[in-house]
Nanobody
Framework: QLQLVESGGGLVQPGGSLRLSCAAFGFTLDKYVVGWFRQAPGKEREGVLCSSASGDITNYADSVKGRFTTSRDNGKNTVYLEMDSLEAEDTAVYYC??????????????????WGQGTQVTVSS
């Protein structure tokens, strides 16, 4: 049983903050690269951030630089996406995904083997 379970999505006001969680079951995330993707209605899925197995961060989307970051809690086998200064344009379903390896690759979904179920983030007043 290898799966990722996401939580933390919801409705927030513009300028607000939200933390998404991605918990792994059946494998240890410290041996995996974890990426965050999002998909807004009518748009293609885009990469947001990537975390190497050691926690080094690669930004996939320029629009989130300085506002989003990702971190790991190896004791909880969980990766977090911290989102600050949220904008309406951030509204999307957010997915975490993982593949066995050490370094982040290009932000192509097919590189990732395991996917969370997605969690809705809605930024609205």
């Amino acid at each position: 049983q290898l799966q990722l379970v996401e939580s933390g999505g919801g409705l927030v006001q513009p300028g607000g903050s939200l933390r998404l969680s991605c918990a792994a079951f059946g494998f240890t995330l410290d041996k995996y690269v974890v990426g965050w993707f999002r998909q807004a209605p009518g748009k293609e899925r885009e990469g947001v951030l990537c975390s190497s197995a050691s926690g080094d961060i690669t930004n996939y989307a320029d629009s989130v630089k300085g506002r989003f970051t990702t971190s790991r809690d190896n004791g909880k086998n969980t990766v977090y996406l911290e989102m600050d200064s949220l904008e309406a344009e951030d509204t999307a379903v957010y997915y975490c995904a993982a593949y066995w390896g050490f370094y982040c690759s290009d932000s192509v979904p097919w590189a990732y083997d395991y996917w969370g179920q997605g969690t809705q983030v809605t930024v609205s007043s």
